[in-house]
Structure formats: structure tokens, C-alpha cells
Nanobody, 121 residues
Framework: QVQLAESGGGSVQAGGSLRLSCAAS????????MGWFRQAPGKEREFVAG????????YYSDAVKGRFTISGDNAKKTVDLQMNSLKPEDTAVYYC??????????????WGQGTQVTVSS
């Protein structure tokens, strides 16, 4: 059983910054990717950013590229999301996720409870 715990959400004005953190715990497991998703009211959950533990490569959605930075520590099973230049459209519940598949595109199958991020104009 994998547990993911997010922290760092909150409210901020447009142009501000927030930093989200996520820690994974539970029985021994191997994760090949950790990432962040978000879901705004009335919308589907969407991918935000991910990090591959093989080489440390990172990848982002076009909506956040250049504003958000993902970083992490595989040994500690933690991942952070630094969010700068926030916009009202970034308002959503943000979820941490883990992908345990070693082949092919990451399949995120473990999820945290989510943390609310609200950006006011």
C-alpha cells in the first residue's frame, strides 16, 4: 500500500508563488515517475508535471511550462512543485501521483488526497 501526502496548498494573488510538497510512504515499492496533476471545478483531471527517476528528466504541460518547476528525491520518495507567476486559471486541487511501471509511458496509479490551490485576480 502506497500513501501519498501533499502539503503546501493555499491562496495567493495572481503573479504570486506557492510550493507544493509530496511524500510517499508505505510498503517497499519502486516508483519510476512521480508527478503532479490538477483538477479544476467542472473539469477533468489534467497532467501538470512529472519527473523520471531514471536520469532525473522532467516534463511539463504546455500550460505551466516556464512557470512551474518539479524536483524530487527518489531516495526519500519526495517530490516538490514550485509554482511561480500563478494565474487564476491555475486554481485547482493539485494531486501528487506515482507511476510504478518500468516500461512505456508512465502510468500513474497511486494518488494523494489533493491540496487546494486558489489564485485570485
Amino acid at each position: 500500500q502506497v500513501q501519498l501526502a501533499e502539503s503546501g496548498g493555499g491562496s495567493v494573488q495572481a503573479g504570486g508563488s506557492l510550493r507544493l510538497s509530496c511524500a510517499a510512504s508505505g510498503r517497499t515499492f519502486i516508483s519510476y515517475h512521480m508527478g503532479w496533476f490538477r483538477q479544476a471545478p467542472g473539469k477533468e483531471r489534467e497532467f501538470v508535471a512529472g519527473i523520471s527517476w531514471r536520469g532525473g528528466s522532467t516534463y511539463y504541460s504546455d500550460a505551466v511550462k516556464g512557470r512551474f518547476t518539479i524536483s524530487g528525491d527518489n531516495a526519500k520518495k519526495t517530490v516538490d512543485l514550485q509554482m511561480n507567476s500563478l494565474k487564476p486559471e491555475d486554481t485547482a486541487v493539485y494531486y501528487c501521483a506515482v507511476a510504478r511501471n518500468s516500461m512505456g509511458p508512465p502510468h500513474y496509479d497511486c494518488w494523494g488526497q489533493g491540496t487546494q490551490v486558489t489564485v485570485s485576480s
